[in-house]
T-cell receptor, first 114, second 112 residues
Framework: DARVTQTPRHKVTEMGQEVTMRCQPILGHNTVFWYRQTMMQGLELLAYFRNRAPLDDSGMPKDRFSAEMPDATLATLKIQPSEPRDSAVYFC????????????FGPGTRLTVL | AQSVTQLGSHVSVSEGALVLLRCNYSSSVPPYLFWYVQYPNQGLQLLLKYTTGATLVKGINGFEAEFKKSETSFHLTKPSAHMSDAAEYFCAVSVSWGKLQFGAGTQVVVTP
């Protein structure tokens, strides 16, 4: 049963620390999305990759967030330095670059920045 | 630009009653529409999608949605609510190759 995996599932850190979240997309998918979900803002798209190339990261605070795909099996989202307002659940999703295809979501990383 | 609007951020329904979640879309091209469900502490999962063809789409867990072009709507229904239907539901429209625009979500509470 192919699924998107994310690590870690939970992360508690102190303000100013670096946080790295990892995502393994479903094999064969060529699009990867990073979302952030909070009670106040709901579901926000942070970054979007197609064939490992970043297409849209306009939703991401550029000064502290970065997203990369070192290879087709790994996507990373990094926050440096982290701030309490970054506390949220971060989801990774993967899919195919075809408008009729759905995105498949991972279980999320719950980040708490103290 | 394509977008969706979900009417009602919270819906309370009695067990056994009809579930109706409203979604209206805006699109300059024929839309591809999706409904996702998010159970507590989980990621989103696909309930159903409309691409082309039959306007009444059946999904998992007894849910269905009807695409109405004249009303620019894609409302989600289930004839009889179950306690396990308590979750947040998101409507989405395909924006570009693989990218989706999600609505704000509707939280469903099911009361005994």
């Amino acid at each position: 049963d192919a699924r998107v995996t994310q690590t870690p599932r939970h992360k508690v850190t102190e303000m100013g620390q670096e946080v790295t979240m990892r995502c393994q997309p479903i094999l064969g998918h060529n699009t990867v999305f990073w979302y952030r979900q909070t009670m106040m803002q709901g579901l926000e798209l942070l970054a979007y990759f197609r064939n490992r190339a970043p297409l849209d990261d306009s939703g991401m605070p550029k000064d502290r967030f970065s997203a990369e795909m070192p290879d087709a099996t790994l996507a990373t989202l990094k926050i440096q330095p982290s701030e309490p307002r970054d506390s949220a659940v971060y989801f990774c999703a993967s899919g195919l670059d075809n408008p009729i295809n759905e995105q498949f979501f991972g279980p999320g990383t719950r980040l708490t920045v103290l | 630009a394509q977008s969706v609007t979900q009417l009602g951020s919270h819906v309370s329904v009695s067990e056994g009653a009809l579930v109706l979640l409203r979604c209206n879309y805006s699109s300059s091209v024929p839309p591809y529409l999706f409904w996702y469900v998010q159970y507590p502490n989980q990621g989103l999962q696909l309930l159903l999608k409309y691409t082309t063809g039959a306007t009444l789409v059946k999904g998992i867990n007894g849910f269905e949605a009807e695409f109405k072009k004249s009303e620019t709507s894609f409302h989600l229904t289930k004839p009889s609510a179950h306690m396990s239907d308590a979750a947040e539901y998101f409507c989405a429209v395909s924006v570009s190759w693989g990218k989706l625009q999600f609505g704000a979500g509707t939280q469903v509470v099911v009361t005994p």
